[in-house]
């Protein structure tokens, strides 16, 4: 199977969001033989596991209809019967139940062999209820007594009892460290309610003790368990000397003879979603900035590219012509039309590379907002400067989603406008608009000592043939190398980093590149040095050192810095010595 598919078609199916497997038949059976993306996501599984559990002896274990999938598997191989079923199947490890729709096709490769894509879709609660009310029901009747009691007695439950409901008293299954110090002094009376009030007076947490010792009331327990089956309740103990969070589960057992109790350790569980809340609690307050302020408001769905439009504040028919022509769609597409046709020509290819989503997606952080600046031409010819702002959302389940702002800010431009030109005459360079020595001494300053993220470049240039330029033909000839040296670095690494002028003919760059991405970016830098073309002067040459963090360990990014000078002195000098002629000597 190895050459089964071409490797475009084979990483098509493998890395796409939809929830889809690939299978052929062996030995009379099918066997997967990839699993996508989204179908890991849907499944809460890896790919190995995924496979492991598809090709083993058997896969559908936690199909509910297992019998009726098997024939309609059969059919579909064997008579190429129509694939088009809704089953229930238990997911996950918490083994929730969901119901799922599977569509199958066959196709075929170049040189004939046939196999199977099969895409599944999950079918909403509410549907679900709609579509299969009475069999769910007696699936659930007909399941949950097994499946609870497996998880009652499972590892995660540190301790366990049951309580006889003839004369509530308890018999331990399992008992944790902390509870076996209490198990001699609850056996002397083995009653519910006494054990549970040794318990809370023990272990639970002052705040929380009166909602646990009502479980020790049996009447209470039984009665909730009417309503709710299983009973769940959240509690803190005190746990050698700090607050953890634990779980109690009642389920009834042994046709209601019985009532197990099982308390499992639960903080890892409570503090995660403690912190999705306030997550979620300061995307929101980002979300409502931009709402108010900003002209239209998009959602954009990063892994399938989705763009659509949930908020306009825009009154007039001309700018919400240019900012919402259209309302959803491919995001790359509306993007490509709204830059095409309002976008000034000078900031098109800077606005391009910035809003692709793998540089946002480079580029922003969680609870931060990442600002793009341009110039935009509006109906009227009018020239406004414009500010497109992300703000970066991640879902429980690791989606990343931006929502994206559009608004004129001509007005705090020109407020601004004095305090960023005092700003720019300190830390920008009057020549080549890059960034000047004094803003790259400030970033040192700030985080020369620190170890850098594995994605993290830092390049050295230096330029070659300055002197004889001056020389033949003049300053402006060796002034236009400078302007067209930083114009090359800024065209291809002005995306991933900072561009800076630390000298005469001397830059730096601080970028971060994805280690397989690095090659490319040097080659297409190294093609834009070889085909520029000057009028006084009529070719650029510049020796180039650089350190990326992938491939050095525990150094500062000062000592990459460093080593990146040290590469680009190298390359001079190899330069020079091919000239035959010594560069100290010009």
Known sequence: MQDFFSPAIHVFYEHTQIPLAIYYVEDGRFKAYIVSEGACRMYESTPDEMLKRLNGPDPLVNIVEKEEMIKAIKAFSDKDAAYNVVFHEYIGKDRKLKTLHGVGIHEYTRDGRRYSVIRYDEISDSSRRLLFKDEEKEIEDRQRLLFEIDDAIARSYTSVLYVDTDDETVHIVRLNRLGKTLEEEGLEDPHIRHVMDIYVRSLVYKDDAEGVLRFGDFDYVLKRLRDSNPLFHTYRTIRDGRIVYYRLKIIPFDNGSKIIYGFEHFDDQVREKIARENEREIQMTLLAGLSCEYESIWLVDAPIHHAKLIRSNIESEEKSEIMNRVREGNYEAILEDYIERYVIPEDRERVYQLTRIENLIRNTKENEIFHINYYRIDSEKQKNYMQFAVARVTDDMGVVRFVCGFRNIDSVIEEEKNRNMLYSMAHFDDMTGACNRRSFDEFMDEYKND???????????????????????????????????????????????????????????????????????????????????????????????????????????????????????????????RKGNDRRRQ
Not at 452 to 473: I, T, Y
Not at 550 to 565: K, Q, W
């Open 451 to 577: 170890l850098p993220q594995n994605d993290l470049v830092v390049f050295s240039f230096d330029l070659n043939q300055l002197k004889e330029a001056n020389d033949s033909c003049g300053h402006e000839a060796g002034d236009e190398l400078i302007i067209g040296a930083a114009k090359c670095m800024r065209d291809v690494l002005g995306p991933y980093g900072s561009v800076y002028r630390t000298g005469g003919d001397e830059f730096a760059i601080i970028a971060n590149i994805e280690e397989n991405e690095l090659n490319d970016v040097i080659e297409k830098l190294k093609e834009r040095f070889d085909n520029w073309r000057g009028i006084l002067f009529p070719t650029l040459s510049i020796s180039m050192g650089y350190v990326s963090a992938a491939d050095v360990s525990d150094i500062s990014i000062d000592e990459m810095r460093r080593e990146a000078e040290k590469r680009m002195y190298a390359h001079k000098s190899e330069f020079y010595q």
